[in-house]
C-alpha cells in the first residue's frame, strides 16, 4: 500500500487485536510516523463492533496479504502461521505483544512482549513511556480489550498490570469495566446470524508444534445449551477445515462467561491428544473443562506438554 507502515494483529481478529491495531497507530503517529496505518486480517465480530459502534470508529480495512518488502508492525501475535499471507517477505519493523515469542528475525528490530494478560497493557506502559497521553477514546480503546481478554479481569491470564492499568483507565474514561465489559461480552455472545463455519472462525488460532498441525477455536457464550444443540452443524464445519488445512486435530472451545467454564468439541485423528493433556474422556466428542476460560493459559499449555 504505497509506503504506508501496515498495523495488524492476528488472523479471526478480536477485540484486542483491532483495538491494538488502532491505538498502535495512535502512537506511531503521534510520535511521528505518519505512514502509519491500521488494518485488519478478518472482519470484525459483534463484541467489537459493539467497540466500535460505542466510540464511532470505523473498522480498518481489510487485507489478506502484503506484497513483498511491505514494511509492517505486528500487534498481539508474533506467529507467521497466524499472521498475514507473505508475512516471511515483509520488513517487520515492531512487534508489541503478550504472547509467546516464537519469533526469529535476521535483523534488528523493535520487540516488547509482556507476560499480561492484553496487548493493551503493553501499549497503555508504552503511551506513558513516551509521554503521549491517553484520551478518553483510547482509553475506552484499551480497557475495552483488556475486558474482552480477561473477561473482565476473571481470566487467570489476569495480572496485577492489568488491575492496576484498568484502574487507572477507568479514572481517564469513567467507563466503569464491570458494567461495560459485561455488556460488550454479552454483546459478542450473539452469533445466532452466523453459519457454523463463522462461528468456528470468529477467534480461530492455527497451532504448529512437533510436526502436528492443530488449530483451537474458541466463542464465548452466556448459554452453552444454546450452542451445542447445533453440535452436528459445528462438527461438519469442523471436518471441513481439518481437510482443507491438512490438520491433524481441532479444538473448539465454547466458554460460558457466566459460570466460568468451557464445553469443548474437539476431532481429528490425533483427538486423543487432548483427552490425553486434560485427563478426560471425550463423550460424543465433547467434554467439560471446569474452571477453563483461557486459551492461552489453560487449553493451548497441556496440549502442547502432551505433543512434547
Given amino acids: 500500500m504505497d509506503n504506508k507502515v501496515l498495523i495488524f494483529g492476528h488472523q479471526s481478529p478480536d477485540t484486542d ?26 472482519h470484525i465480530n459483534k463484541e467489537t463492533k459493539f467497540v466500535l459502534d460505542y466510540l464511532g ?21 508474533n506467529e507467521a502461521t497466524q499472521s498475514v499471507e507473505n508475512i516471511a517477505n515483509a520488513k517487520i519493523l515492531k512487534v508489541v505483544d503478550h ?11 523493535y520487540y516488547r512482549a509482556e507476560p499480561v494478560g492484553c496487548t493493551q497493557t503493553v501499549l497503555y506502559k508504552m503511551y506513558k513511556e513516551y509521554g503521549v497521553e491517553v484520551d478518553k477514546k483510547i482509553g475506552t480503546l484499551m ?20 488491575i492496576k492499568v484498568v484502574k487507572e483507565l477507568e479514572a481517564i ?23 457454523p463455519e463463522q462461528v468456528i472462525n470468529i477467534d480461530s488460532k492455527l497451532f504448529e508444534q512437533a510436526n502436528k498441525k492443530f488449530k483451537i477455536a474458541q466463542v464465548n457464550t452466556a448459554d452453552l445449551d444454546s450452542i451445542f ?29 457466566v459460570n466460568s467454564n468451557s464445553k469443548i468439541i474437539s476431532l481429528g485423528n490425533d483427538s486423543p491428544v487432548v483427552e490425553k493433556a486434560f485427563g478426560i474422556s471425550m463423550d460424543n466428542h465433547t467434554a467439560m473443562l471446569e474452571n477453563v476460560v483461557s486459551r492461552k493459559k489453560q487449553i493451548l499449555p497441556p496440549i502442547l506438554d502432551m505433543l512434547k
Fill in 57 to 77: 470508529i470505523e473498522e480498518p480495512e481489510v487485507i489478506e496479504r502484503i506484497e513483498d518488502n511491505q514494511e509492517v508492525i505486528l500487534v498481539d501475535h
Fill in 229 to 257: 444443540k447445533n453440535q452436528s452443524y459445528f462438527e461438519q464445519a469442523i471436518n471441513e477445515d481439518i481437510e482443507k488445512e491438512k490438520l491433524d486435530f481441532y479444538v473448539f472451545a465454547a466458554t460460558d462467561i
Fill in 143 to 162: 480497557l475495552s480489550a483488556i475486558a474482552s481478554d480477561t473477561l473482565v479481569l476473571k481470566s487467570p491470564t489476569t495480572t496485577a498490570e492489568d
Fill in 99 to 109: 504472547h509467546t515469542m516464537s519469533f526469529i528475525a535476521p535483523y534488528q528490530l
Fill in 173 to 195: 474514561t469513567g467507563v466503569d469495566i464491570n458494567t461495560y465489559g459485561v455488556d460488550m461480552l454479552k454483546a459478542g455472545t450473539d452469533i445466532s446470524e452466523y453459519t
Fill in 17 to 42: 487485536s483491532i483495538t491494538s491495531a488502532i491505538v498502535m497507530e495512535n502512537l506511531e503517529r503521534k510520535l511521528g510516523n505518519e505512514n502509519a496505518k491500521a488494518v485488519s486480517l478478518g
